[in-house]
């Protein structure tokens, strides 16, 4: 039996959720994002070529493709293609020295993050980084596809799950 996409996003959302509650230094069981991600916004996956990946959503799976962009500063093209509320980006390299090109020669093609849209990613960043400075990659938020704010969480103290918090643009 395969699992529907509906039970690995619930388990991995619950996995996000003991993520939060493992790291606490000091508090009694409360997550420490005051406000916790809304949902999740997208997945991530790492792509020597959106081209040449692209044909297998489209055709096999059927998914529109939303966007294509350039993120430069992240040294990343991104296809995004919706599934419902929730999308895939693929994660194409602009160069090889990015950290879509290393993540692909260490371990491949494939799942790279998964994002929790979040209120206000501002304060979730300085909450995170207030408990634990080790909770997030950056002090800072990025702007990533889209023009969205983003922040990545460090994978070494999630059980190895690269997670991202996205705040969607008002639009």
């Avoid at 300085?126 to 969205?148: K, M, P």
């Amino acid at each position: 039996m395969n699992p529907s996409s509906e039970h690995i996003l619930c388990f991995l959302f619950y996995e996000f959720l003991l993520f939060c509650t493992s790291v606490i230094h000091g508090r009694k069981g409360n997550i420490f994002m005051e406000k916790p991600p809304t949902k999740i916004d997208h997945i991530g996956i790492a792509v020597r070529s959106i081209e040449e990946r692209l044909p297998y959503y489209q055709d096999v799976l059927g998914l529109s493709l939303l966007a294509v962009e350039d993120v430069p500063h992240q040294q990343v093209k991104v296809a995004i293609l919706a599934v419902g509320e929730v999308n895939i980006e693929l994660l194409e390299p602009l160069d090889d020295d990015g950290p879509i090109a290393r993540f692909i020669v260490s371990k491949g093609e494939g799942l790279h993050h998964v994002a929790f849209q979040v209120e206000d990613i501002a304060i979730c960043v300085q909450e995170l980084n207030r408990e634990d400075a080790s909770v997030c990659l950056s002090s800072t938020v990025s702007t990533g596809a889209g023009g969205q704010k983003v922040a990545f969480l460090n994978p070494s103290v999630s059980g190895g799950v690269l997670y991202e918090l996205v705040e969607k643009n008002e639009r």
